[in-house]
């Protein structure tokens, strides 16, 4: 493993935002000492990084901080990220900080925060340096700065991933607690699986542009390097949001699942492709076996449109919109820009405008035939890189290898797909293995509760800090999410009863069974079709069971308008204290009912009428 060069040695390595928060609630006074240390571990003699805050930076930081915190009256609960250090990839502006894209010759001082880091600090975090990148985000492998080379942190022999190989590399050696990356063919995923951390590639417009130097403004997301997939969610929540100022920018619809199905259906391409790479192959292999065991159905679907869409980025007129972005410097001073990048951005000089709209009429094309392949999974799984290169190999074949890197991921934004890099285990030559599950967009949430599961089945050690994922990590309850709402079914919605579907067609998942508090009766009511159960609250009652499901937030007053008199839903409260929606019954409509409370819940109630002998 490529060691971390800290020229002081931190007592924060590898800390996870739990470890993080957890520090600062024992000692709450250790900000300022906390965060000097932090910086002074971190040096920018291993190409990570390209700035690296100042002294005086850091403090206007802290004063910030300890602002929010007295207006907070000293709670830290509206300052979920209080005093964590994060990096943040440098073509991200960062007020009164130097932003280069890796290129000198284009840095400027940013006048303000880009939206993103401007939500973070808002919500308690601190920036403390800008890492290394393919210049101009236009590249897979880490190699094509004049910073250096980013090298893996498993073997310095081979590359880290790019375009974000900073951000992964000193996120892997747990120099900070999260990253920002970009994301437009893979980027913010193909570090993450050569370095073994999570990356997770948001639905394009949830976080921000804004700020940011754009490679191809249709398909750039910000994306987040973390050692947890958890941490990851908590982040991107933190620094997501509509913001009006990008013209790009989308607001949430809330309606698609916050999590799997209770038995997931996962799609994998009916043929992969390795280019000879055979441990990455026989790790892929090990992925599936470990899928099926956990109980996940695997089907093969046509990937013929995955691959031709795949193809665009970088072989079609798609590349000409890296020709604008990158701009004037291109135009007046090719000349100071990296050699294989200049001839990339040069080539989008090859195409017209009216090859331009062909290629965006191909790309809705392929990308509506890409989503309805998709329908009915819950994702697809893929290799996150179908093989991983050396410096040396790099050098030999950089365009062709870099292409190589991208099949899995470069059709990713063009289809409007949201994905999820994972850590997957180490080869039998001791480099990380990653694969990366990808959905339709807004399904993120979905993802990570998936990826939560799977790193728990894993238990790899953290990046490469050689630290283990400690069993709190594992105890972390998944959020309940925002974008829906749990409520409690009593009855005919019930797993396998005839109004199951309200829920299933809605895009609900099944989150746990589970009791209410000991306070309810339930009531068999009369001339219910189908038949139903009505829940009341009562002085004397009993603990009743209950199927706790999370719908989308758009789809929940659809499914609450479709619920009949005497129904309703209100708040329970269930054993454990937990205050929920769930469906409540008016008092009048108990006065014909049976009171079933002693059956425990309404299928050992319905299970007792159709064990009952018949009577002649």
């Known amino acids: 493993m490529l060691s971390a060069s800290d020229t002081v040695a931190s007592p924060y390595r590898g800390f996870t935002l739990r470890e993080w928060q957890q520090h600062y609630r024992s000692a709450p006074d250790s900000l300022r000492t906390t965060l000097s240390l932090v910086l002074g571990s971190l040096s920018k003699a291993d190409n990570a990084w390209i700035y690296l805050a100042t002294a005086e930076q850091l403090e206007a930081q802290i004063i910030r901080l300890e602002t929010l915190l007295a207006q907070a009256e000293g709670s830290l609960s509206t300052l979920p990220l209080f005093g964590v250090p994060f990096a943040v990839k440098d073509n991200m502006d960062i007020g009164g900080w130097p932003t280069t894209a890796a290129c000198p010759a284009f840095a400027y001082t940013a006048e303000a925060d880009a939206t993103v880091i401007a939500n973070l600090k808002a919500r308690g975090a601190v920036v403390v340096g800008k890492t290394n990148l393919d210049q101009f985000a236009t590249g897979l492998v880490g190699t094509r700065s004049p910073y250096g080379a980013v090298r893996n942190t498993f073997n310095r022999d081979y590359v880290s991933g790019g375009s974000s190989s900073g951000s992964a590399s000193v996120l892997a050696r747990g ?3 999260f990253s920002l990356g970009t994301d437009t063919a893979g980027s913010g995923r193909v570090p993450a699986g050569f370095n073994n951390v999570v990356g997770l590639k948001p639905t394009k417009g949830w976080l921000s542009n804004t700020g940011v130097v754009p490679a191809c403004r249709l398909n750039d997301a910000v994306s987040i390097f973390a050692l947890t997939v958890g941490d990851a969610q908590t982040v991107a929540h933190a620094a997501g949001g509509y913001d009006a100022a990008d013209a790009y920018s989308r607001k949430n619809p809330h309606t698609a699942p916050v999590a799997f199905s209770a038995q997931p259906r996962i799609a994998i391409p009916d043929r992969v492709e390795f280019f000879g790479d055979e441990l990455a192959q026989a790790a892929f292999s090990e992925v599936l076996d470990r899928l099926r065991h956990n109980g996940v159905t695997l089907e ?18 798609w590349v000409a919109e890296r020709t604008v972005a990158v701009g004037k410097i291109f135009e007046d001073s090719p000349e100071v820009m990296d050699p294989v990048v200049r001839e990339i951005v040069a080539s989008g000089l090859n195409y017209s405008a009216c090859d331009a709209w062909r290629a965006e009429y191909l790309r809705a094309e392929l990308s509506r035939k890409i989503n309805q392949v998709l329908e009915g999974f819950d994702a697809l799984v893929v290799p996150t890189s179908p093989t991983i290169r050396t410096q040396a190999e790099m050098g030999q074949e950089p365009v062709l290898y870099n292409s190589q890197f991208g099949i899995y991921t470069n059709f990713t934004n063009l289809a409007d797909l949201s994905a999820l890099a994972l850590p997957s285990g180490l080869r039998a030559d001791g480099l990380p293995a990653g694969i990366t599950l990808i959905a339709p967009a807004w399904h993120d949430d979905a993802l990570a509760s998936f990826g939560r599961q799977w790193q728990r089945s894993l238990s790899l050690p953290l990046g490469a800090t050689g630290l283990a994922m400690k069993p709190e990590e594992f105890m972390t309850p998944a959020p309940v999410s925002a974008a829906s709402v749990r409520v409690a079914v009593v009855g005919a919605h019930l797993t396998g009863m005839p109004l199951n579907f309200q829920l299933t067609s809605r895009n609900a998942v099944r989150v746990e069974q589970t009791t209410t508090a000991a306070t309810y009766k339930l009531y068999a009511l009369a001339n219910t079709t189908p038949p139903k159960p009505g829940l009341v609250r009562a002085e004397s009652g009993s603990a009743i069971i209950v199927e706790l499901w999370d719908i989308p937030l758009a789809r929940f007053g659809e499914f609450v308008a479709e619920i009949p008199a005497p129904l ?13 929606k769930g469906f409540i019954c008016e008092p009048w409509a108990i006065g014909e009912a049976t009171d079933i409370t002693a059956s425990g819940g309404w299928r050992s109630y319905i299970q007792s009428l159709n064990s009952s002998p018949v009577k002649s």
């Open 300 to 317: 093969m679907i046509d990937f013929t449109p995955f691959r031709e869409l795949a193809e665009q980025l970088y072989y079609g007129a």
């Open 175 to 177: 120099l900070v607690a």
């Open 568 to 580: 309703g839903i209100g708040s329970l409260e269930l054993a454990d204290g937990r205050i929920v």
